[in-house]
């Protein structure tokens, strides 16, 4: 059974820093793209950023590009997002996603994590 749980959420305040983890579970995901979205109240889930397999692409949302960056490491089946710089409209749920390429779409990726909330106060 695959399994994502995402951690590393809370209430900072703008302009604060957090870094969310993703760890994956069931299955070796070496070989597998894996991205963060993110989704603010009444509002639809939407992409933040994503890497590749071999985690030497990246790509990163425009509202995010030079604040946020993703990561990964494969020896711990875990993927990062280090979130700089945070501003109030950054606050949602952040879920992380696996899926066989790296996309901007949430219909390219197989499997997700139930979230963690991200909080920023001005």
């Known amino acids: 059974q695959v399994r994502l749980v995402e951690s590393g959420g809370g209430l900072v305040q703008a302009g604060g820093s957090l870094r969310l983890s993703c760890a994956a579970s069931g299955r070796t995901f070496s070989s597998y793209a894996m991205g963060w979205f993110r989704q603010a109240p009444g509002k639809e889930r939407e992409f933040v950023s994503a890497i590749d397999w071999i985690g030497s692409k990246t790509y990163n949302a425009d509202s995010v590009k030079g604040r946020f960056a993703i990561s990964r490491d494969d020896a711990k089946n875990t993927v990062y997002l280090q979130m700089n710089g945070l501003k109030p409209e950054d606050t949602a749920v952040y879920y992380c996603?696996?899926?066989?390429?790296?996309?901007?779409?949430?219909?390219?990726?197989?499997?997700w994590g139930q979230g963690t909330q991200v909080t920023v106060s001005s």
């Open positions: 996603a696996v899926g066989p390429r790296l996309a901007v779409s949430a219909y390219e990726y197989d499997y």
